[in-house]
């Protein structure tokens, strides 16, 4: 067992690793983080399964704090409010839940925050759709080779990996330097 986990590690750090040669589209991302936030828009953070959870996270460490107290910045996560969800998925179809949020709700200005480990979620190219149509601009952090989703938005961050739990682990870390990047900047 003490193999598998050091085999685990192992290849954990090698997709990390694997990213370095995308850290300028990384800090690309953050500049547009923080061209938001400046501008009083609001993060709006949508993704499936575990990336739900993630686009949570990440939210809440906009809005309540990552690592230095300041001001709270403008962030949501699309997937928090159970009965608009179920009203939605129920009355439009699951592939309209954050579209019909971020026609509700974003504006020029704002920025859709995708994450996808495939890159094929229909729900989510429907949520990019909406923002093009409202003049939303749209980033996402996708695994595999992208997916549909990645020419469909403005800046993309692929993990190289099949692997669903490697790209998830690594979304949640490149996430966690944005943040610190935004809060250096804006704090």
Do not use: K
């Amino acid at each position: 067992m003490t193999d598998r986990i050091r085999g685990g590690l192992e290849e954990l750090a090698d997709t990390a690793a694997a990213l370095r040669g995308q850290a300028d589209r990384i800090e690309a991302i953050g500049r547009r983080y923080i061209t938001t936030l400046r501008g009083g828009g609001t993060l709006f953070f949508a993704g499936n399964g575990g990336s739900a959870a993630h686009a949570q996270h990440v939210a809440t460490e906009y809005v309540v704090r990552f690592s230095r107290a300041r001001r709270p910045f403008r962030a949501l996560a699309l997937t928090t409010d159970s009965s608009l969800l179920t009203a939605a998925g129920n009355d439009l179809g699951f592939d309209r839940v954050f579209a019909r949020q971020i026609e509700a709700l974003a504006r020029p200005g704002d920025l859709l925050v995708l994450h996808s480990t495939s890159g094929a979620s229909r729900n989510l190219i429907a949520a990019v759709e909406a923002a093009r149509r409202i003049g939303t601009g749209v980033v996402a952090l996708l695994g595999r080779d992208g997916g549909p989703l990645a020419p469909l938005v403005d800046l993309a961050v692929v993990v190289p990996s099949d692997q669903t739990s490697r790209i998830q682990e690594l979304h949640l870390a490149i996430e966690h330097l944005l943040v610190d990047m935004v809060e250096r900047e804006l704090a």
